[in-house]
């Protein structure tokens, strides 16, 4: 698979699915403890439609380089989506490009919006941001998470996460619960960037110009899905929001994800990428 260095030097790995003549590249970047590989079929599913598609292994997930479950500066993922995005404007710099981040890599996309206003996209969507959890953290997590943020910053944490949260899709669960590629892991360094990066959003979201579409599920247990429909409500860029009440967090693993999906061709025909 291709890989490009990110500025620190840490080796990223990518998945490219090219149609023969696409209209647009799509940068995917997955969620927290995830990688790329489980959202093949959504690149297919965009391939088909015409797009390139182009899946990133997070630093720290997958076949990337980097601690796994471990942040040493939210900074770090901005950085390597600058650099993602020029390994791909040298593979085909004909195309406009757009983010698409789910949960954790929708946090990483919204941040890199605020940032980098004047390297603007052509549009962005996120799906099921991090902006904030559904449900509070144990104590026994908010305790650890706080002694040892400094004294062990790299102290591996389950994440805990139920896999019948993630779909409505029993198949998709269970192969999530299956798959060894899945670190399961959160480190109180990563925890404590994390924490930042939700603040640091929240504030600076009218910095963002790029347009923006929001895919949120109703019935989303693992990210509070109305804090991030509230944070919407407060863009002035121009943003568009779909709202599937009855969808869990993986919106595109969902057995109805041709909904999304088309609510999706929907915005960027829009940009006038059809």
């Known amino acids: 698979m291709p890989t490009f260095t990110a500025p620190d030097g840490t080796q990223l790995i990518y998945y490219p699915c090219e149609p023969p003549s696409p209209r647009a590249a799509i940068l995917f970047l997955h969620g927290w403890s995830d990688h790329a590989q489980r959202w093949s079929g959504v690149g297919e599913r965009f391939q088909s439609a015409g797009y390139a598609v182009y899946l990133l292994d997070q630093r720290g997930h997958g076949e990337s380089g980097g601690r796994r479950g471990y942040l040493s500066r939210f ?15 040298r593979r085909r710099p004909e195309l406009p490009q757009v983010v698409l981040g789910h949960s954790f890599g929708g946090l990483v996309a ?36 706080r002694v040892f943020a400094d004294l062990w910053s ?39 960037e994390i924490q930042w990066a939700q ?14 579409l929001l895919l949120l599920g109703g019935e989303d247990r693992i990210v509070d899905s109305h804090a991030a429909r509230a944070f919407a409500d407060a863009l002035t860029a121009p943003v568009e929001v779909r709202w599937y009440p009855e969808m869990y967090h993986e919106l595109l693993h969902d057995p109805q994800a041709e909904r999304v999906v088309a609510d999706v061709l929907t915005f960027l025909a829009g940009r006038g990428l059809a």
């Open 199 to 212: 603040r640091a959003v929240t504030a600076d979201g009218g910095r963002i110009e790029t347009a923006l």
């Open 75 to 89: 900074s770090q993922l901005l950085g390597d989506l600058q650099a993602f995005r020029r390994a791909i404007r």
């Open 154 to 192: 790299t102290f591996p944490v389950p994440l805990g996460i139920d896999p019948a949260m993630l779909s409505r899709d029993p198949a998709v669960n269970a192969a999530w619960e299956g798959d060894r590629a899945v670190h399961r892991l959160m480190t109180p360094g990563a925890w404590r």
């Open 110 to 145: 919204l941040r890199y919006l605020e940032t980098q206003p004047s390297d603007a996209l052509v549009a962005a969507v996120v799906v099921s941001p991090w902006l904030a959890l559904a449900a509070p953290l144990p104590a026994w997590k908010r305790l650890v998470s």
